[in-house]
């Protein structure tokens, strides 16, 4: 499975945008971009996903780069539900399609 | 949208019990269904792959026999952790894909949290 590397922890402050870098150099033309979240305690949640275009939904927008070697989760305007770790996970088009999750970005946001 | 039910949330059981947790897509039918376990402060480690009507794929390092699965219909997939020790104590989660409709996203269940005594 192709590898994502992300930060280990970010902060910001309420009502601020935010912006979850990832970086997937060995990405495969088949793999899309997933982006999930965990609040505490709960199951993952999905955010967003896209192959090369940027996309945008209402909770977040995603912004692809042109080699498609990183991407970055925008958070428009955090607020403190948004605390969360942030996973960024490639995701194969054909087979099982299953999620490898790596260690996520722990995000801090301050009243 | 879409709902993953597990069920129970938490579960204490003693040392050599077996405990089973179940895995129920609400709303949609989930031809796979993936089980998770996740220690504290640690992330998500993929356990299985779990499809209707054939056996379980196993991660590399993940015992079958301890860790029995069972996709019996298109909308139910139990996990039974087997004779349970204390080091099996963690947070399992599921999560399901509509084999019907939508490929894009995955759907978690809430986790079901197990303590061994």
């Known amino acids: 499975d192709a590898k994502t590397t992300q930060p280990n922890s970010m902060e910001s402050n309420e009502e601020e945008p935010v912006h979850l870098p990832c970086n997937h150099s060995?990405?495969?033309?088949?793999?899309?971009i997933h982006w999930y979240r965990q609040l505490p305690s709960q199951g993952p949640e999905y955010v967003i996903h896209?192959?090369?275009s940027n996309v945008n939904n209402r909770m977040a927008s995603l912004a692809i780069a042109e080699d498609r070697k990183s991407s970055t989760l925008i958070l428009h305007r955090a607020t403190l539900r948004d605390a969360a770790v942030y996973y960024c996970?490639?995701?194969?088009?054909?087979?099982?399609?299953?999620?490898?999750f790596g260690q996520g970005t722990r995000l801090t946001i301050n009243p | 949208g879409a709902v993953v039910s597990q069920h129970p949330s938490r579960v204490i059981c003693k040392s050599g019990t077996s405990v089973k947790i179940e895995c129920r897509s609400l709303?949609?039918?989930?031809?796979?269904m993936f089980w998770y376990r996740q220690f504290p402060k640690q992330s998500l480690m993929l356990m299985a792959t779990?499809?209707?009507?054939?056996?379980?794929?196993?991660e590399q390092g993940v015992e079958k026999d301890k860790f029995l699965i069972n996709h019996a219909s298109l909308t139910l997939s139990t996990l039974t952790v087997t004779s349970a020790h204390p080091e099996d104590s963690s947070f399992y989660i599921c999560?399901?894909?509509?084999?019907?409709?939508?490929?894009?996203?995955?759907?978690f269940g809430e986790g079901s949290r197990l303590t061994v005594l």
């Open positions: 999560s399901a894909r509509d084999g019907f409709g939508r490929t894009g996203e995955l759907f």
């Open positions: 060995t990405i495969s033309g088949t793999d899309y």
């Open positions: 896209g192959l090369t």
């Open positions: 996970i490639l995701r194969r088009i054909q087979g099982a399609q299953k999620l490898v």
């Open positions: 709303d949609f039918q989930a031809t796979t």
């Open positions: 779990s499809n209707e009507g054939s056996k379980a794929t196993y």
